[in-house]
């Protein structure tokens, strides 16, 4: 039998992850000698985990909070994504040990809605709900595919109006705009694409939990409404979208597609998705 192949995820903390569900998943499924461990590590010995995992000869690891950023600066080669985004949550050991960081949060994003719904971003006014990493994604993703306006609402208004000007900077096209949580219903209407990439919804704290990102009646009912929680898989934000008549899309389709990204870069063969996703919302369920 041959010796399994180490691949796993760096965070802290992360009692919460799935990724060890996930790529178990498919390695199993598809035959392959591969081991997916969760590590939680201490942003400051971070540089020592990411220099190990070379030494111990990993296939690969993926990153989640904290370390996306600090991963980014420790990388000898970047993708475009990773540039583009100034994070890494994949990293490759290419020839001669050297370090390459991917990006496949906002790639992922985008297979998962298009999967779910069949809709290309060309053309559509989009809302995203947050300035911070995720919404960093989505924002570029956004200008790449040609999204014809899209607005960015953050509780602290200035993260959000840097985040547009940025994302302008490395795409003159886009017309962008960034703002706080005051005029909602105005920056809503006529959208045809909604994401919340806050945690508002998230399993853990019961006000975080009730908490819905933008008010019911502001949401267009002809809109698909995406959201970035995974747990609870049916979120306020989502129940409000369908009762408002608008397509609802969780997370659990973008944690499931970034990831299957991240499997092709490491091991070159394609993670068997519908089997994955059955196995990760089995774990969810028994949570």
Not at 66 to 71: D, L
């Amino acid at each position: 039998m041959p010796l399994e192949k180490t691949l796993a995820i760096f965070g802290y903390p992360l009692g919460h992850t799935l990724s060890p569900v996930m790529h178990n998943a498919a390695a199993q499924a598809l035959g392959l000698a591969y081991r997916f461990t969760a590590y939680e590590v201490h942003p400051d010995r971070y540089e020592e985990a990411v220099r190990g995992a070379g030494a111990m000869g990993f296939a690969g690891f993926c990153v989640t909070i904290p370390h996306k950023v600090a991963t980014f600066r420790l990388m000898d080669e970047l993708s475009e994504d990773a540039r583009l985004m100034g994070a890494v949550n994949m990293v490759t050991f290419e020839e001669g040990g050297r370090l390459k960081g991917h990006n496949t949060d906002g790639a992922g994003w985008l297979r998962s809605l298009e999967e779910e719904t069949g809709v290309s971003l060309e053309g559509k006014r989009c809302l995203l709900l947050g300035a911070g990493g995720a919404a960093r994604a989505i924002a570029i993703k956004l200008a790449q595919t040609g999204a014809a306006h899209v607005e960015i609402r953050n509780r602290t208004a200035e993260k959000a109006v840097a985040l547009a000007q940025e994302v302008k900077s490395h795409f003159q096209d886009v017309e962008i705009g960034g703002g706080g949580l005051d005029a909602l219903e105005s920056a809503a209407q006529g959208r045809d694409i909604i994401v919340n990439t806050t945690s508002l919804g998230m399993t853990g704290d019961a006000a975080r939990e009730a908490a819905c990102p933008l008010p019911e009646e502001f949401i267009p009912p002809e809109s698909i409404c995406a959201d970035a929680v995974y747990n609870p898989l049916d979120t306020p934000f989502l129940k409000a979208a369908r009762r408002r008549g608008a397509r609802a899309v969780s997370g659990v389709g973008w944690l499931l597609h970034q990831g299957a990204l991240g499997w092709e870069l490491w091991t070159g063969t394609q993670m068997p998705v519908e089997h994955v996703r059955e196995k990760m919302l089995e774990a969810l369920r028994n949570r």
